[in-house]
């Protein structure tokens, strides 16, 4: 910043030099800084900086660098429409940069602007710019880290948390490389968020401890690197994991820890999200009321800004939480509304988690019909689904409708032709659960079963005699050899 000084820098080279101090600020978390270090450059949240008095190229990092910031700190500050305008910002500068054959300032704009998306949770357009992005960066680097990092990020938003282990995992050594400390921290931090989750969906302890471990070297390296945020992120990821352990005591220590740090920071959108996870906590603990006053003050701070995906988190937690206080009315409007929120957005497996609380918390006030509708819109969108309770979630909420149609089967006013329709939808339900459940298990009918929730006798029972045509998903039986010990007789 001293460098500014120099009255020998012309106006370009004066806005370079803006726009470096700006990126490594944004880099420590430091987004009011790297706003004040772009001087006349940064109008405010979204708004166009006077570039047109500068070269192209110049022009052209000017409108990354706002965009970019525009995308943080309208995260932070809920600000109206704020990643539309970043994208817009970004995609002009990436405009420029590919018109002057700046390949690698273009691919650094194409990571930005995935983020973006990504805050909004549209992760298959985000998806589709990284994967382009990767295909393009022939070294290895900071970028590329960032990319690949982010492609993690957003597989795991999408609940393809496999997918994401595989990519951390096949760019490990890219990450040792790597000599940036948030980088780093980030590497760790999402690797602490997966195993947290394939912790939860496969049942494995050992991925808890992994979690906790990655957790620390996550906090060790955003320590390092000065950033605030991340620090306060890792305290919020902590305290989720606590809370998934039944340990509430240790969890609220450090969310609460986490959202002071996000009050000093002046950043509504993550006081908002740990709020969030403190209303979960508190439902899981039976405290309700507490939970709904929580969640209703985080959905009005997130309505305010552009993370779509968290305002559907938000009003999912919310509308559980006016559902157990028997306010169902109001909880069936706020639930409708995180599905349709989440699907506006594309985040199509937000809007199933969504859908799904709707038949668990208003299954009896709603008709066969409606429930059979929200149950086919769960269960297509968490059709890429990797999160195993999840998946049995799904599953429960299909006995219930099938308990419902054999209810309205039995029924002396239906009819008929509408009780095999019945019939039919239920077999049809039954085999595509069946079918998923077998794919997953590798073929075994036991592991299946056990999926399912069923014994193996059930299942056997169902694959001979309803859905023969699946026989072939399953492994080969193998005959029991005798024993070669003779018991005593």
């Given at each position: 910043?001293?460098?500014?000084?120099?009255?020998?820098?012309?106006?370009?080279?004066?806005?370079?030099?803006?726009?470096?101090?700006?990126?490594?600020?944004?880099?420590?978390?430091?987004?009011?800084?790297?706003?004040?270090?772009?001087?006349?450059?940064?109008?405010?949240?979204?708004?166009?900086?006077?570039?047109?008095?500068?070269?192209?190229?110049?022009?052209?990092?000017?409108?990354?660098?706002?965009?970019?910031?525009?995308?943080?700190?309208?995260?932070?500050?809920?600000?109206?429409?704020?990643?539309?305008?970043?994208?817009?910002?970004?995609?002009?500068?990436?405009?420029?940069?590919?018109?002057?054959?700046?390949?690698?300032?273009?691919?650094?704009?194409?990571?930005?602007?995935?983020?973006?998306?990504?805050?909004?949770?549209?992760?298959?357009?985000?998806?589709?710019?990284?994967?382009?992005?990767?295909?393009?960066?022939?070294?290895?680097?900071?970028l590329k880290a960032k990319a690949v990092l982010r492609t993690a990020i957003i597989e795991r938003s999408a609940n393809r948390y496999s997918d994401a282990l595989r990519i951390l995992?096949?760019?490990?050594?890219?990450?040792?490389?790597?000599?940036?400390?948030?980088?780093?921290?980030?590497?760790?931090?999402?690797?602490?968020?997966?195993?947290?989750?394939?912790?939860?969906?496969?049942?494995?302890?050992?991925?808890?401890?992994?979690?906790?471990?990655?957790?620390?070297?996550?906090?060790?390296?955003?320590?390092?690197?000065?950033?605030?945020?991340?620090?306060?992120?890792?305290?919020?990821?902590?305290?989720?994991?606590?809370?998934?352990?039944?340990?509430?005591?240790?969890?609220?220590?450090?969310?609460?820890?986490?959202?002071?740090?996000?009050?000093?920071?002046?950043?509504?959108?993550?006081?908002?999200?740990?709020?969030?996870?403190?209303?979960?906590?508190?439902?899981?603990?039976?405290?309700?009321?507490?939970?709904?006053?929580?969640?209703?003050?985080?959905?009005?701070?997130?309505?305010?800004?552009?993370?779509?995906?968290?305002?559907?988190?938000?009003?999912?937690?919310?509308?559980?939480?006016?559902?157990?206080?028997?306010?169902?009315?109001?909880?069936?409007?706020?639930?409708?509304?995180?599905?349709?929120?989440?699907?506006?957005?594309?985040?199509?497996?937000?809007?199933?988690?969504?859908?799904?609380?709707?038949?668990?918390?208003?299954?009896?006030?709603?008709?066969?019909?409606?429930?059979?509708?929200?149950?086919?819109?769960?269960?297509?969108?968490?059709?890429?689904?990797?999160?195993?309770?999840?998946?049995?979630?799904?599953?429960?909420?299909?006995?219930?409708?099938?308990?419902?149609?054999?209810?309205?089967?039995?029924?002396?006013?239906?009819?008929?032709?509408?009780?095999?329709?019945?019939?039919?939808?239920?077999?049809?339900?039954?085999?595509?659960?069946?079918?998923?459940?077998?794919?997953?298990?590798?073929?075994?009918?036991?592991?299946?079963?056990?999926?399912?929730?069923?014994?193996?006798?059930?299942?056997?029972?169902m694959l001979q005699n309803r859905h023969r045509d699946l026989l072939i998903e399953r492994t080969p039986v193998v005959r029991r050899k005798r024993s070669i010990v003779k018991k005593?007789?």
């Amino acid at each position: 910043m001293r460098q500014l000084e120099n009255r020998a820098l012309s106006r370009d080279q004066r806005a370079e030099l803006r726009c470096q101090v700006a990126k490594k600020l944004e880099e420590v978390g430091d987004y009011e800084g790297a706003g004040a270090a772009l001087g006349e450059f940064w109008q405010g949240v979204g708004e166009r900086p006077p570039v047109e008095r500068l070269e192209q190229s110049t022009a052209a990092e000017v409108l990354l660098r706002v965009g970019t910031l525009t995308g943080w700190l309208g995260s932070c500050k809920q600000a109206e429409d704020a990643q539309e305008k970043a994208k817009n910002l970004i995609s002009k500068s990436a405009r420029t940069f590919e018109a002057l054959s700046h390949t690698k300032k273009v691919l650094e704009a194409q990571t930005e602007l995935a983020y973006c998306y990504w805050r909004q949770g549209a992760y298959d357009e985000a998806r589709v710019i990284l994967t382009g992005v990767l295909e393009r960066l022939t070294t290895d680097g900071y970028l590329k880290a960032k990319a690949v990092l982010r492609t993690a990020i957003i597989e795991r938003s999408a609940n393809r948390y496999s997918d994401a282990l595989r990519i951390l995992t096949d760019f490990a050594p890219l990450f040792d490389k790597i000599n940036n400390q948030t980088i780093k921290g980030g590497y760790h931090n999402e690797l602490g968020v997966v195993f947290k989750n394939l912790a939860a969906s496969e049942g494995r302890d050992d991925y808890l401890d992994r979690a906790f471990v990655e957790y620390a070297a996550a906090s060790f390296h955003f320590e390092q690197a000065g950033h605030t945020p991340y620090r306060a992120l890792v305290e919020n990821n902590l305290g989720f994991l606590f809370f998934k352990a039944g340990k509430f005591k240790a969890a609220h220590e450090h969310l609460e820890r986490a959202r002071r740090l996000f009050s000093a920071l002046k950043d509504k959108g993550s006081v908002a999200q740990v709020d969030e996870t403190r209303a979960r906590a508190l439902l899981a603990a039976g405290h309700n009321e507490e939970a709904e006053r929580i969640t209703r003050l985080a959905v009005r701070a997130l309505e305010k800004g552009g993370r779509q995906s968290l305002l559907a988190e938000a009003l999912t937690t919310h509308g559980t939480a006016l559902a157990r206080l028997g306010l169902y009315d109001h909880a069936h409007m706020t639930l409708f509304r995180a599905v349709e929120v989440a699907y506006q957005s594309g985040a199509l497996n937000d809007a199933g988690i969504a859908a799904l609380a709707a038949i668990e918390e208003l299954g009896e006030h709603l008709t066969p019909d409606e429930l059979r509708a929200v149950y086919e819109r769960a269960d297509s969108w968490l059709e890429t689904s990797q999160h195993l309770p999840t998946l049995h979630r799904l599953r429960q909420a299909a006995n219930r409708v099938l308990s419902t149609g054999r209810k309205r089967e039995d029924a002396p006013e239906v009819d008929a032709e509408k009780g095999s329709a019945l019939r039919e939808m239920m077999q049809r339900y039954e085999k595509k659960l069946i079918r998923q459940a077998l794919q997953r298990a590798g073929g075994s009918v036991t592991q299946a079963a056990r999926l399912l929730g069923v014994t193996h006798q059930a299942l056997n029972y169902m694959l001979q005699n309803r859905h023969r045509d699946l026989l072939i998903e399953r492994t080969p039986v193998v005959r029991r050899k005798r024993s070669i010990v003779k018991k005593d007789t």
